[in-house]
Structures are given as structure tokens and as C-alpha cells.
């Protein structure tokens, strides 16, 4: 593979999209949650009411028994779950890239962290999955798999590896072959985490510079499992 990483490729093939900041706080869960309410509807953000099959949230007769997830926020860029010990942000529809995204992640930290509602933040991860439609993934990546069945093709076979690179932990989680309403998809799962307990981040410029080199790391793993002529047929765009 070339040294070179891609800046992005075409079609994305991006289905999920997470930042995780799980924080310490002395401040009561309850008393948080609806400041928060107030400081991101008052900052642009909306709350997220998703649709849903669920019977407790679709049937008439349930109707009273639903709970809305009133923790859920969005705005038109990221998607924001405030919860007890961590917040985890989400692309909000179609992924913005990484300078985007970033900027709406530490924009928001920021602003959680000067009304009280985000203390101490002692770990950061992110995780990307990517789909590929009608992809036998396992045959596109440097890595090898091979199984003792012959003449025959795995279906739905899974894999996952995870190792430490200095101090970031990193984990690959694969699908292959997976089957859907009569075809095939193959999924990427890559997650970069870092655990900062023993030095926690209070600053805004802490955050970014971690966010920064997960992000690296993650593009890293990503395009360094194609093989070169599978990477070539996503049509990536370099800079």
C-alpha cells in the first residue's frame, strides 16, 4: 500500500460514526440532564425523537407507556446521547468529514464542560464501520483467512482482533459474507480508544490533540488492511 493515507473515498462507505467521552462529575445525573436540555436547546440543538418499529412506541394502545429519549439531541451535524458518565456523539445523517465532525465534537465539549455538565474526561474513543455491498471483504484485505471447508463459501463469518499501540487500544471487528433480503454486504469496524484515567483532559486543546492522533491511527488501520488494488477501486482522493 502506498505510504500516502487517502483523504477520503467515493462513494463513502461510512454507516456508523462514534465519538465516545466518558467524564467524571460530583454533580447529581438528574440535575445535569436537564441543565443540558436547556444549555443545547439554547445553543442550536434540537431534541432527537427517532422513529421507530417498536411496538410500546407505535401501537395506539401503548401510547402513554412510550418513553421519548429526551437525552438525545442533535443539531445539523452531530447527534449528541447525554448520559451518566459518558457522552457519545453520532453523525447526524450524511458524515461531514473529519474537520467537521471534529470541530462539532470539541465545540460541544467545550461547551458542556463550561456549564459543569462534563467534568474530568479519562477516556476517548472513536469507531468508524464502513459497509461494502457484494464485497467478500476477507478477500480484499493484507491479511490472510483461511478455513479447512472446501468448495464451499463461509457466510456470515466474523472476526475480531484488538492490540495495544502505545497507549491507544485498538479493535477490528470484521464481517464477511454478510446476508441481508438477498445480497451480500461485508462490514469494517474499526475502534480507537484511548484510556487517560492517570492524566485526565481538562482542555479543550487536550481533547483535540487526542482526537486528532485516534484519527490517524484509525485511518491508519483502515486503508492498511486493503490490499492496493481493492484500495484503488474505492476511488480514493489524496491531498
Known amino acids: 500500500m502506498t505510504s500516502k493515507l487517502p483523504v477520503k473515498i467515493e462513494p463513502e462507505r461510512l454507516k456508523d460514526t462514534?465519538?465516545?467521552l466518558r467524564y467524571h462529575s460530583q454533580v447529581a445525573y438528574e440535575y445535569?440532564?436537564?441543565?443540558?436540555?436547556?444549555?443545547?436547546?439554547?445553543?442550536?440543538?434540537?431534541?432527537?425523537?427517532p422513529s421507530s418499529p417498536n411496538p410500546a412506541e407505535t401501537n395506539p394502545a401503548h401510547f402513554f407507556l412510550a418513553v421519548s429519549p429526551k437525552h438525545i439531541f442533535q443539531n445539523d451535524v452531530i447527534r449528541v446521547y447525554y448520559e451518566e458518565g459518558k457522552v457519545v456523539i453520532n453523525s447526524n445523517g450524511q458524515y461531514r468529514g473529519w474537520k467537521r465532525y471534529?470541530?462539532?465534537?470539541?465545540i460541544l465539549a467545550d461547551l458542556l464542560r463550561r456549564e459543569n455538565l462534563l467534568g474530568e474526561i479519562y477516556w476517548v474513543g472513536l469507531r468508524y464501520i464502513s459497509e461494502?455491498?457484494?464485497?467478500?471483504?476477507?478477500?480484499?484485505?493484507?491479511w490472510q483467512f483461511n478455513f479447512p471447508v472446501d468448495n464451499s463459501q463461509t457466510i456470515n463469518t466474523s472476526f475480531r482482533t484488538e492490540w495495544i499501540d502505545d497507549s491507544d487500544h485498538i479493535v477490528v471487528n470484521l464481517l464477511n459474507n454478510g446476508?441481508?433480503?438477498g445480497t451480500s454486504f461485508s462490514l469494517m469496524d474499526v475502534d480507537v480508544n484511548h484510556n487517560c484515567l492517570d492524566k485526565p483532559i481538562e482542555l479543550p486543546e487536550q481533547l483535540a490533540d487526542v482526537l486528532?492522533?485516534?484519527?490517524e491511527k484509525e485511518k491508519l488501520v483502515f486503508f492498511g488492511l486493503m490490499n492496493e488494488e481493492f484500495l484503488q477501486s474505492l476511488n480514493p482522493t489524496y491531498v
Open 179 to 181: 446476508q441481508r433480503g
Open 132 to 142: 461494502f455491498s457484494e464485497v467478500q471483504i476477507f478477500d480484499q484485505l493484507t
Open 212 to 215: 486528532n492522533r485516534i484519527h
Open 18 to 20: 462514534i465519538v465516545e
Open 102 to 106: 471534529s470541530e462539532s465534537v470539541l
Open 32 to 49: 445535569r440532564l436537564g441543565l443540558c436540555h436547556k444549555v443545547l436547546t439554547d445553543h442550536g440543538f434540537s431534541v432527537f425523537i
